[in-house]
T-cell receptor
């Protein structure tokens, strides 16, 4: 099955700096790569996702890049703010048949943004 | 508004007891999932269902069972609770495989402690 590795496990930045979280996956058939944000005591929520036919996607201060050849994808947060402090999870899945919606998650990254 | 709710939110039980965690969604989603969240492991898939009467094992299914008798509910049962099953459990749902999105909508989580 799919295996997703996520690094770093913790990341501490100053407000206004950029943050980058990286993930690798093992199954070359995976073609959907979402990122979830989980604030303390809350449920995970989707913040951005990318499909394998796209190399990069941006949404305001966040962006995701995908390198299918190397089987890795990254989350980039620019101009970080204290409210960005949370746990971030990457995930991967197929997009049809028995894999639909069955996400394999990375271990999570605790991001702390210091004012 | 459509929602996905879990109950109980907190549960303390003893080793060997049977425990059932409820999950109810009003999104009318066909796909439902149960994940457990443990520090250092991210979110791991326990069981999932693509529709009524359909259930499938995830990567950590031992000691757990689910049933899907209607679209709205996917209860998770621990037949004989063990201390290793102390965790936070998240239920999630997503729309059918024909939709152009793989977003998972998570419940608030159920914290289970097995003594």
């Amino acid at each position: 099955g799919e295996n997703v590795e996520q690094h770093p496990s913790t990341l501490s930045v100053q407000e206004g700096d950029s943050a980058v979280i990286k993930c690798t996956y093992s199954d070359s058939a995976s073609n959907y790569f979402p990122w979830y944000k989980q604030e303390l005591g809350k449920r995970p929520q989707l913040i951005i996702d990318i499909r394998s036919n796209v190399g990069e996607k941006k949404d305001q201060r966040i962006a995701v890049t995908l390198n299918k050849t190397a089987k890795h994808f990254s989350l980039h947060i620019t101009e970080t703010q204290p409210e960005d402090s949370a746990v971030y999870f990457c995930a991967a899945s197929g997009d049809g048949g028995t894999s639909y919606g069955k996400l394999t998650f990375g271990q999570g990254t605790i991001l702390t943004v210091h004012p | 508004d459509a929602e996905i709710t879990q109950s109980p939110r907190h549960k303390i039980t003893e080793t060997g007891r049977q425990v059932t965690l409820a999950c109810h969604q009003t999104w009318n989603h066909n796909n439902m999932f149960w994940y457990r969240q443990d520090l250092g492991h991210g979110l791991r898939l326990i069981h999932y269902s693509y529709g009524v009467q359909d259930t499938n094992k995830g990567e950590v299914s031992d000691g757990y069972s689910v049933s899907r008798s209607n679209t709205e509910d996917l209860p998770l049962t621990l037949e004989s609770a063990a201390s290793s099953q102390t965790s936070v459990y998240f239920c999630a749902s997503s729309s059918s495989r024909s939709a152009n999105t793989g977003e998972l909508f998570f419940g608030e989580g159920s914290r289970l402690t097995v003594l």
